[in-house]
C-alpha cells in the first residue's frame, strides 16, 4: 500500500467480529501506521446499526477503538468528488449507492486506499485505489 488506508464499513465489522486475515492485515498496518482512519460516514452507519441492535456493550467497544484512531470527516470537496463520480456513473448506465458514494469521495480527496470487501462496487470508480484485507494478507 503506497498511502493511507480509509478503512470501509465491511472490513471494519469484520475486524470486530475476529475475521482472523482482516486482524492480521490490521495489526500488519499498524506497524507502519500510527492509527487507524475511518469515514465519518463508516461511523454512521456502524453506530446506527449498533443503536438500532440495541447493542450498547459493543457500542462501546466500538467508541473506544475510535477514541485511539481517527474519523476522517466529511467536507464540501469530497461531497463535489461524490457528485462527480454520482454524475459520470449516471451518464454511463451505472449506479452506486450514495453512501458508498460519499465513502469513495473521502478516500478521493485524502489521497486515500480504499480498503473493502466491496471491490465490485469500487472498481467501477477510477480514480480509487481499492484494497480487499478480507481477501489476502498485507
Not at 448506465?93 to 489521497?111: C, K, P, R, T, W
Not at 480498503?115 to 477510477?126: G, L, M, P, Q, S
Request: hydrophobic letters at 40%; charged letters at 25%; aromatic letters at 10%.
Amino acid at each position: 500500500m503506497t498511502n493511507n488506508a480509509l478503512i470501509d464499513t465491511d472490513i471494519l465489522s469484520y475486524y470486530f467480529k475476529g475475521d482472523p486475515t482482516v486482524v492480521k492485515n490490521f495489526e500488519a498496518y499498524l506497524e507502519e501506521s500510527s492509527s487507524i482512519e475511518i469515514s465519518i460516514i463508516t461511523y454512521y452507519e456502524i453506530t446506527s446499526g449498533l443503536l438500532a441492535k440495541n447493542a450498547m456493550k459493543q457500542l462501546e467497544i466500538f467508541e473506544s477503538f475510535i477514541s485511539e484512531n481517527f474519523i476522517v470527516p466529511l467536507t464540501e470537496r469530497s461531497c463535489k468528488i461524490s457528485a462527480e463520480l454520482y454524475s459520470n456513473l449516471r451518464q454511463e448506465g451505472q449506479s452506486l449507492d450514495e453512501i458508498d458514494l460519499l465513502i469513495a469521495g473521502i478516500a478521493i480527496e485524502n489521497d486515500m486506499t480504499l480498503v473493502t470487501n466491496n471491490e465490485k462496487h469500487f472498481d467501477r470508480i477510477a480514480r480509487l485505489n481499492v484494497e480487499n484485507w478480507k481477501q489476502y494478507v498485507l
